[in-house]
């Protein structure tokens, strides 16, 4: 590194303002300390800082609020006014609004078609679109932005989370950082930044892929431990203590919300409630007995209809 920045300052001196400053001039020799020993030590510290702060995002947190942490991060970061997330959808051949900082979801479009739009563009070409001026860009179609968030300028980010498992497929979509003023230009170091940036989320999906993977398997472990306590056992197994056990377990795995197990009188006539989740009785109604014909799901279950 030191021996590029070298060269980076021999280039500085063939510009035509700094020719009048002899090449043997301790100018230079102060410059070179100047920018290895403060200046780049500075901006490493400050970037380092801002790339851990995107790896430090809480991975328990929905897809969607990662996007938007990562937008929020990349906004402060810029010194931008806004950030919206945008997610391809290969069935409808569209970008889909996923998120945005700050959160403005009823202001923007939910879709973007891929022909004729900025995002279109940077996702089939994999590289940055830059507008200096969205009121000169024919490609920006809703002028309003200008006038609803006081957004001029905008930076066009692609980004992409690779697969997990076999069966997935890459997630790609577009990060659109906006900035307030007219005819900005764009530096090549923040435009690197941003793409650095939005890189990191691919490593911040695949650390939530693995906790979750984590949990799982402890769930997986401690279901089966506790199926064959109960099956080690002199009592026998019912199926209501089977259900008690197992389901809050794979409660939050499969996102369960209400369940609820039934038995069927042997006439064929009620169906009584055995046991329910969350464990509520004012709610399930433990014990309570139903007529079979009273709900058709379950007549279909037990065969009674077709």
Same mark, same amino acid.
């Given at each position: 590194? %030191?021996?590029?920045?070298?060269?980076?300052?021999?280039?500085?001196?063939?510009? =035509?303002?700094?020719?009048?400053?002899? *090449?043997?001039?301790?100018?230079?020799?102060?410059?070179?300390?100047?920018?290895?020993?403060?200046?780049?030590?500075?901006?490493?510290?400050?970037?380092?800082?801002?790339?851990?702060?995107?790896?430090?995002? =809480?991975?328990?947190?929905?897809?969607?609020?990662? @996007?938007?942490?990562?937008?929020?991060?990349?906004?402060?970061?810029?010194?931008?006014?806004? $950030?919206?997330?945008?997610?391809?959808?290969?069935?409808?051949? &569209?970008?889909?609004? /996923?998120?945005?900082? *700050?959160?403005?979801?009823?202001?923007?479009?939910?879709?973007?078609?891929?022909?004729?739009?900025?995002?279109?563009?940077? @996702?089939?070409?994999?590289?940055?679109?830059?507008?200096?001026?969205?009121?000169?860009?024919?490609?920006?179609?809703?002028?309003?932005?200008? +006038?609803?968030?006081? $957004?001029?300028?905008?930076? $066009?980010?692609? /980004?992409?989370?690779?697969? %997990?498992?076999?069966?997935?497929?890459?997630?790609?979509?577009?990060? &659109?950082?906006?900035?307030?003023?007219?005819?900005?230009?764009?530096?090549? @170091?923040?435009?690197?930044?941003?793409?650095? !940036?939005?890189?990191?989320?691919? /490593?911040?999906?695949?650390?939530?892929?693995?906790?979750? !993977?984590?949990?799982?398997?402890?769930?997986?472990?401690?279901?089966?431990?506790?199926?064959?306590?109960?099956?080690?056992?002199?009592?026998?197994?019912?199926?209501?203590?089977?259900?008690?056990?197992?389901?809050?377990?794979?409660?939050?795995?499969?996102?369960?919300?209400?369940? $609820?197990?039934?038995?069927?009188?042997?006439?064929?006539?009620?169906?009584?409630?055995?046991?329910?989740?969350?464990?509520?009785?004012?709610?399930?109604?433990?014990?309570?007995?139903?007529?079979?014909?009273?709900?058709?799901?379950?007549?279909?279950?037990?065969?009674?209809? +077709?």
């Amino acid at each position: 590194m %030191f021996a590029d920045l070298l060269k980076r300052i021999e280039d500085i001196s063939e510009n =035509d303002w700094a020719r009048s400053v002899r *090449p043997d001039d301790v100018f230079w020799t102060r410059m070179k300390e100047w920018l290895n020993n403060i200046i780049l030590p500075e901006f490493v510290y400050r970037f380092s800082n801002e790339i851990d702060e995107i790896i430090r995002i =809480d991975p328990d947190l929905s897809e969607r609020e990662i @996007l938007e942490n990562v937008a929020m991060q990349m906004v402060q970061s810029l010194e931008a006014i806004n $950030a919206s997330v945008r997610i391809y959808d290969p069935d409808a051949d &569209q970008l889909l609004s /996923f998120g945005s900082w *700050p959160q403005e979801e009823e202001t923007r479009e939910t879709h973007i078609s891929l022909e004729n739009s900025i995002a279109g563009d940077v @996702l089939k070409s994999g590289r940055e679109f830059l507008v200096p001026n969205i009121m000169k860009e024919d490609k920006y179609l809703d002028k309003t932005i200008v +006038e609803r968030k006081g $957004a001029n300028s905008l930076l $066009a980010i692609p /980004f992409e989370i690779p697969t %997990f498992f076999p069966h997935e497929r890459s997630t790609v979509g577009v990060i &659109q950082i906006y900035f307030s003023q007219v005819d900005r230009s764009f530096s090549p @170091l923040e435009v690197r930044m941003a793409r650095l !940036m939005a890189n990191r989320l691919g /490593f911040v999906i695949a650390r939530k892929k693995i906790l979750s !993977m984590q949990k799982v398997n402890v769930k997986k472990e401690k279901i089966v431990r506790q199926i064959f306590q109960k099956l080690g056992s002199s009592q026998g197994v019912k199926m209501k203590d089977i259900f008690n056990r197992i389901i809050p377990e794979l409660a939050d795995i499969v996102n369960l919300q209400y369940c $609820a197990l039934f038995s069927v009188s042997s006439d064929r006539n009620n169906v009584v409630l055995e046991a329910g989740y969350p464990d509520s009785t004012s709610y399930h109604g433990i014990g309570k007995s139903f007529p079979i014909n009273s709900e058709p799901a379950f007549e279909l279950v037990v065969g009674l209809k +077709e």
